[in-house]
């Protein structure tokens, strides 16, 4: 019985000691969390700043560029161009206006409008399909 009680005392006291630690840590840990908000508001501050660099760097630097080349390019077409649409649709520039291109296709040479928009690219090679047939 005494062997009991001996052992629940040492628990006790082990407990008490236990309890001590936690109640310093989170004396600790308090003045900690008092002090990091200053600390925390400056982190967040760099972050947001980080992400809109990479958010620029990454995706709105290299759109602007890419639509800076395809407004030079379409302000570049003349007569004459081999160009393809955006439907996929090779052709040759036959005349232009503001917002209209008129094209012709195929060996038959028939006359199409599209707008400038719908312009994808300029080709500098010859097509097949404009080629003269051989007879």
Do not use: H
């Amino acid at each position: 019985m005494m062997n009991l009680i001996n052992l629940l005392a040492e628990a006790n006291e082990a407990v008490a000691v236990t309890a001590a630690d936690a109640t310093a840590t989170q004396a600790t840990g308090t003045a900690t969390a008092t002090a990091a908000p200053g600390g925390d508001l400056m982190m967040t501050i760099i972050m947001m700043v980080a992400m809109v660099a990479i958010f620029y760097f990454l995706l709105i630097r290299p759109q602007r560029k890419k639509d800076k080349q395809v407004k030079n390019m379409l302000a570049a077409l003349k007569p004459g161009d081999k160009i393809c649409t955006i439907g996929g649709i090779y052709c040759t520039i036959a005349s232009l206006s503001d917002e209209d291109v008129t094209v012709t296709m195929g060996s038959q040479q028939n006359v199409v409008v599209i707008k400038r928009w719908a312009i994808r690219s300029v080709e500098n090679v010859a097509l097949e399909n404009d080629a003269e047939p051989q007879i």
